[in-house]
């Protein structure tokens, strides 16, 4: 079945600092690959997505590349802000298996610190 | 943002009664999504649509049902509510628009806390 791993938190990292959060994916097809966020108190938001092998997604500052051959969607942020603080999810959806559910990795969270 | 409202925000009930959990959405999306998330397990599917009275279950279905009368209006019942049923609720939507990742990605809507003593 497919799944989605991504590296455990809780990361804490000074204003300005570079960002890593590793995923990586275990799937049938070929599946889209996204990252969503989670403000405290707040549903998920979609913060940047890829479609297909070799694509990335960028928005905020945020970029994610989709590494088939490794199997991976790592995010990256040059320069991490206190406003950055909060819960990070990888998801893919296997579309090429039929199906657009969504299946979630168990989250980073992301502590930002002035 | 996505038309999706929640109703109730928060709640608490006992074990042993129903509950029904609502969502409504503004944008017509054909597709409707029910996630509980808890700690240590991310976001897990419950039940989805994929039309009016259409419905099909997800990882975690047992001890839910849910109902989808009209396009906009997706509802999750706990029918004996259970203290394992404590947890946050999101719904979500997605469309079907033919651009490549458009029918994948999902909008949540800002979730239900549902506590059962």
């Known amino acids: 079945g497919n799944s989605v791993t991504q590296m455990e938190g809780p990361v804490t990292l000074s204003e300005e600092a570079f960002l890593t959060i590793n995923c990586t994916y275990t799937?049938?097809?070929?599946?889209?690959l996204f990252w969503y966020v989670q403000y405290p108190g707040e549903g998920l938001q979609l913060l940047l997505k890829?479609?297909?092998?070799?694509d990335k997604g960028s928005n905020k500052g945020f970029e994610a590349t989709y590494r088939k051959e490794t199997t991976s969607f790592h995010l990256e942020k040059g320069s991490v802000q206190v406003s950055d603080s909060a819960v990070y999810f990888c998801?893919?959806?296997?579309?090429?298996?039929?199906?657009?559910?969504?299946?979630f990795g168990k989250g980073t969270k992301l502590s930002v610190i002035p | 943002d996505a038309g999706i409202t929640q109703s109730p925000r928060h709640k608490v009930t006992e074990t042993g009664t129903p509950v029904t959990l609502r969502c409504h959405q503004t944008?017509?999306?054909?597709?409707m999504y029910w996630y509980r998330q808890d700690p240590g397990h991310g976001l897990r599917l419950i039940h989805y649509?994929?039309?009016?009275?259409?419905?099909d279950k997800g990882e975690v279905s047992d001890g839910y049902s849910v109902s989808r009368s009209k396009t906009e209006d997706f509802l999750l019942t706990l029918e004996s509510a259970t203290s394992s049923q404590t947890s946050v609720y999101f719904c979500?939507?997605?469309?079907?628009?033919?651009?490549?990742?458009?029918?994948?990605?999902?909008?949540f809507g800002p979730g239900t806390r549902l506590l059962v003593l």
């Open positions: 890829a479609t297909k092998a070799d």
């Open positions: 649509s994929y039309g009016v009275k259409d419905t």
């Open positions: 979500a939507i997605s469309e079907q628009t033919g651009i490549a990742g458009d029918q994948e990605t999902q909008y």
């Open positions: 998801a893919l959806a296997d579309s090429g298996a039929g199906s657009y559910q969504l299946t």
């Open positions: 799937a049938t097809g070929y599946p889209s």
């Open positions: 944008e017509n999306h054909r597709y």
